[in-house]
T-cell receptor
Framework: AQKVTQAQTEISVVEKEDVTLDCVYE???????LFWYKQPPSGELVFLIR??????QNEISGRYSWNFQKSTSSFNFTITASQVVDSAVYFC????????????FGKGTKLTVNP | DAGITQSPRHKVTETGTPVTLRCHQT?????MYWYRQDPGHGLRLIHY???????DKGEVSDGYSVSRSKTEDFLLTLESATSSQTSVYFC???????????????FGPGTRLTVT
């Protein structure tokens, strides 16, 4: 069965600090996809990134970066120089290969960035 | 903007009443999904659809039914609402770029349902 674990329930940092959100996944599939979504206080879910299991290259997008390590089944998300607008709940998710691609979500990490 | 709307956005209903939530998309996507979000559980899949009249169950489908009579609409019905179905319900569509390895799910704004 597929499972996503986000062990950090809540994280609080001061603006400009770097912060890493952890995500550990379990799957028996050899091909799968990993995602991160952001849910700001307004409640909508915002897609951040999708990564397939064959692409272990780290990705950077502005202040955001993602570290995918198949050896440890982890897909961690780092925000550099955090800002108050980064305050949100962040969800990591996993889907099986092809077809329906149903998402299995972690329980989320609530990030609070204080000024 | 993936062109997804949900209605109603908020609803309060009584235990035992039927409730239907609607998800509408404007971009002709094949795959549509219903999730519920509860504190401490993240989001969990209720049902999904892979085409008109083609649906299947997700992780938490008990007490819910769905219908998709046309591509743009995916309905979620609670036949007899219970307090345990108080939740925020999100609809999602799976973008189709033509390359399945590039597709991601986009979510609607959510419906907050309270069953009293």
């Amino acid at each position: 069965a597929q499972k996503v674990t986000q062990a950090q329930t809540e994280i609080s940092v001061v603006e400009k600090e770097d912060v890493t959100l952890d995500c550990v996944y379990e799957t028996r599939d050899t091909t799968y996809y990993l995602f991160w979504y952001k849910q700001p206080p307004s409640g909508e879910l915002v897609f951040l990134i999708r990564r397939n299991s064959f692409d272990e290259q780290n990705e950077i997008s502005g202040r955001y970066s993602w570290n995918f390590q198949k050896s440890t089944s982890s897909f961690n998300f780092t925000i550099t120089a955090s800002q108050v607008v980064d305050s949100a709940v962040y969800f990591c998710a996993l889907s099986e290969q092809g077809g329906s691609e149903k998402l299995v979500f972690g329980k989320g990490t609530k990030l609070t960035v204080n000024p | 903007d993936a062109g997804i709307t949900q209605s109603p956005r908020h609803k309060v209903t009584e235990t035992g009443t039927p409730v239907t939530l609607r998800c509408h998309q404007t971009e002709n996507h094949r795959y549509m999904y219903w999730y519920r979000q509860d504190p401490g559980h993240g989001l969990r899949l209720i049902h999904y659809s892979y085409g008109v009249k083609d649906t299947d169950k997700g992780e938490v489908s008990d007490g819910y039914s769905v219908s998709r009579s046309k591509t743009e609409d995916f309905l979620l019905t609670l036949e007899s609402a219970t307090s345990s179905q108080t939740s925020v319900y999100f609809c999602a569509i799976r973008g189709t770029s033509g390359n399945p390895s590039l597709d991601e799910q986009y979510f609607g704004p959510g419906t907050r349902l309270t069953v009293t």
